[in-house]
């Protein structure tokens, strides 16, 4: 991959911000998009010190930038960092708090604890998870992971785009973000010559067709919105259905509707799955339906936008930053349980989804494929 250029919607965190850091990295061209405008000034921050620290150029950290600051209690509003402030919503009722930490200018993002919510409500105690549980069903932020539950989610001379969740494994990629809600959509910043920044909502038509007016060689769609995506089939309200198949399958097949057919031949659409739809759990009748059919849809489109390439990327269960804050002191615990049941014996990292992206988006002659990065979760 030479010259490229790439857009991440949801590219301030998780899968989304690995994969910027990667194609950084190798000189090419990118242009992260999501809902929050707070999280892509921070997230643009990092990219920037990272690319420009020629003593640690490791793409693979990248994943660490944006990471929970854990649940806050106090009502924080604002967190300083060294590269500048940012402010989130304060902690009235598990609203989120974004900012760059006092370290070095890295990002926190995290869900205060004043009503013990974190992302979305899990099929079993009504809190959240990140990743999939250890035992299954507990709902994350981003694209799916294993178990049923969900994990926690430019332009220039050649053209790359990727849209990704901010939040879990979007948040090593990671749609629409994780944010407190706000207007979104039309706010460009160029931050330098190979990075720009874009507020878009994928789930918004009139947002998406906007981003037509750029040219693009690939398309990355990881967006997702695990708030309200697990639930009890009983109790699972229509409108939250209505709201995960919008950003899990409406939204990419937004994209590809307004920005397929201006692709070179060659380009690429890659949309990312999850393991739930191969290995679902109770509560995530919604979640399965969505993956099953976002990969049906990129086979279809794999043929209608011939000669554009689409494909999907299939990950399990990710090691993200939202870990800390969801399962704490037991973090460790629980990822060593599942990655003791894994044939890779680890679980992932939203590097190990950066780079199976990047294979597919380099490789013409692979379309209408699904790629599973699960560690040989749907063995087990």
Do not use: C
Not at 130 to 136: E, K, Q, S, V
Not at 371 to 380: A, S, T, W, Y
Request: glycine share 20%; no cysteine; aromatic share 2%.
């Amino acid at each position: 991959m030479t010259n490229q250029h790439v857009l991440v919607i949801g590219g301030s965190s998780g899968m989304g911000l690995a994969l910027a850091a990667r194609l950084l990295h190798a000189g090419q061209r990118v242009t992260i998009a999501g809902r929050s405008a707070t999280r892509l000034a921070a997230a643009a921050a990092h990219l920037t010190a990272l690319d420009r620290d020629t003593t640690a150029p490791d793409p693979a950290t990248a994943d660490r930038a944006v990471r929970p600051v854990g649940l806050d209690g106090g009502g924080v509003g604002a967190v300083a960092g060294s590269v500048g402030a940012v402010a989130g919503s304060d902690g009235g009722a598990g609203r989120e708090v974004v900012g760059l930490d006092g370290a070095g200018g890295r990002v926190t993002t995290g869900l205060d604890g004043s009503a013990g919510a974190v992302v979305g409500p899990d099929g079993g105690t009504g809190g959240a998870a990140a990743g999939t549980d250890g035992g299954g069903g507990s709902p994350v932020a981003g694209t799916d992971g294993g178990g049923g539950s969900p994990v926690a989610g430019s332009d220039g001379a050649a053209r790359r785009a990727m849209v990704g969740s901010e939040g879990g494994t979007g948040r090593a990629e990671a749609g629409p973000d994780g944010g407190a809600g706000g207007a979104v959509g039309g706010m460009e910043r160029e931050v330098d010559g190979r990075l720009r920044t874009v507020q878009v909502d994928i789930g918004v038509e009139e947002e998406v067709e906007a981003l037509a007016g750029h040219a693009y060689d690939h398309v990355v769609v990881t967006a997702a919105d695990a708030v309200g995506a697990y639930a009890p089939l009983a109790g699972f309200a229509v409108e939250a259905a209505r709201a995960v198949l919008a950003t899990k399958v409406l939204g990419p097949w937004l994209v590809a509707k307004h920005l397929g057919g201006a692709l070179p031949a060659g380009g690429s659409l890659v949309f990312t799955s999850g393991v739930a739809a191969y290995r679902p759990g109770p509560g995530a009748s919604m979640i399965a339906t969505a993956n099953g059919a976002l990969e049906a849809l990129a086979r279809s489109l794999a043929l209608e936008l011939a000669p554009v390439r689409v494909n999907v990327v299939s990950p399990g269960w990710v090691d993200t930053p939202i870990w800390d804050v969801l399962a704490g002191d037991a973090k460790g615990e629980r990822l060593a349980a599942m990655a003791a049941r894994l044939p890779a014996g680890r679980v992932g990292t939203p590097d190990d989804i950066a780079r199976a992206i990047v294979a597919l988006l380099d490789n013409g002659f692979v379309t209408g494929t699904v790629l599973h990065v699960d560690g040989g979760h749907r063995l087990v």
